[in-house]
């Protein structure tokens, strides 16, 4: 197809086929995995010790100096020529949600890995370092703490995180210090806003939009933003069959009303979206009215103004619901982090090289967190969306990419690296 190739030199016309090698990497990655079947990497399990094992040995053989960080990152330094030059930060994530896809995160690090690898054999320094970095924890799937990567590389850590503990009960503090890492190693990883001339991700769309608008590949604006809570309804178990129902005080239903004002409030507005996402009732029966009942709730939005006051609005509703239902309900903060916009001048340097492929520059916003949120205020990000496949969807095995889609990314990528400076 001409929207997927560059059309200007012959160099560019000469280059390799990285999307089929992206995606054989990515295959082969998900070989190492805690499922019997599909892919699972959670954090310092023995998959994802295999999995950085695998990428920093791929990194090596493009030419970096490669290692495993103490928090698991693995981290690939592409050196300049260039006197006092800074470093340009390529980043994404290994780890993956239960029964992932092949792509979420990995598809960023292997673009840059058989990006890199091309100019080493090139002999094709840049005026910059290059540091492709696989961050080790970005969905926070074993200890409910995103980011523990990135934000270490970014000099912001989360201390509190040290005390979240697994499903076994035991602590992200006794994981890390069994690895011999403490919190001062850990601040130690944090690099110098002044030494960084940026950070680039690519990462598949995990939405239908791309697709829609067919278009292999999009520039990010802004990343969204997000807060997630962790509600508690009480209300009084009883007999399914005694209790009049004008006198039951059921949790479920209460709990049910709340799901229903969410997506009501969050339907109103633009650019914003909620979802409750885990619902349950512990020790439920089917004779038994339920006594309690847990949900979460995420709201996300690209303006932090919007997402406020729609969570104000859903607070409210529940204390409405909870009042007139006769329960009560608890409300934790699990996280919150504030949208991002992406630099300017990486949106246009991504854009001209979109431009220089023959593809319309499409400009859309992420409604996914991502690594590159943490380095926002530290340096400047930048994000390149890759089409998904199958209606968009993502954390799924049905998560899919075009090798033509991914050859694409690295070859706007590489564009990106070359004329950056």
Request: with cysteine.
């Amino acid at each position: 197809m001409s929207e997927n190739r560059f059309s200007t030199t012959s160099d560019q016309a000469s280059l390799p086929d990285f999307g089929a090698k992206i995606l054989a990497l990515a295959h082969d990655l998900a070989r190492r995995t805690e499922l019997p079947e599909g892919l699972m990497c959670t954090y310092f399990s023995p998959a994802h010790k295999a999995a950085a094992a695998q990428l920093r040995d791929w990194m090596a053989d493009a030419g970096m100096n490669a290692a495993i960080d103490p928090v698991g990152n693995v981290i690939g330094h592409y050196r300049s020529d260039a006197p006092d030059a800074k470093t340009l930060i390529v980043g994404s994530h290994y780890d993956t949600v239960a029964n992932a896809g092949h792509f979420d995160g990995r598809l960023g690090i292997l673009t840059a890995v058989v990006v890199v690898g091309h100019l080493h054999r090139m002999r094709r320094k840049l005026p910059f370092h290059v540091d492709v970095i696989a961050f080790s924890e970005e969905e926070g799937v074993r200890f409910s703490a995103p980011y523990l990567g990135s934000g270490a590389i970014a000099g912001r850590f989360d201390e509190s995180a040290l005390a979240r503990r697994d499903l076994n009960d035991i602590s992200l503090a006794t994981v890390l210090r069994k690895e011999g890492v403490d919190l001062e190693t850990i601040q130690k990883l944090a690099r110098r806003p002044e030494t960084l001339r940026g950070y680039l991700e690519v990462h598949i769309e995990q939405g239908p939009v791309l697709l829609q608008k067919n278009l292999p590949v999009g520039i990010v604006t802004s990343i969204t933003g997000s807060a997630r809570y962790r509600i508690s309804v009480q209300g009084a178990a009883g007999h399914a069959g005694t209790v009049p129902m004008p006198l039951r005080r059921d949790a479920a239903a209460a709990a049910a009303e709340i799901v229903l004002a969410v997506e009501r409030r969050c339907r109103a507005s633009t650019n914003l979206v909620g979802t409750v996402g885990q619902l349950t009732v512990p020790h439920g029966l089917i004779n038994v009215i339920p006594g309690s009942c847990e949900l979460s709730l995420d709201v996300r939005s690209v303006d932090d103004g919007t997402r406020s006051a729609a969570t104000h609005d859903i607070m409210a509703a529940i204390e409405e619901i909870t009042g007139r239902r006769r329960v009560t309900a608890s409300i934790k903060e699990l996280a919150r982090h504030h949208a991002t916009p992406c630099a300017a001048a990486m949106q246009s340097a991504f854009a001209q090289a979109v431009a220089k492929a023959g593809i319309e520059p499409f400009y859309l916003p992420s409604g996914a967190g991502h690594d590159a949120e943490q380095f926002a205020g530290v340096t400047d990000i930048g994000m390149l969306f890759v089409r998904c496949g199958n209606g968009g969807i993502s954390h799924s095995p049905l998560e899919t990419v075009t090798a033509e889609d991914a050859d694409v990314g690295a070859r706007v990528l590489l564009d990106v690296l070359l004329n950056l400076d």
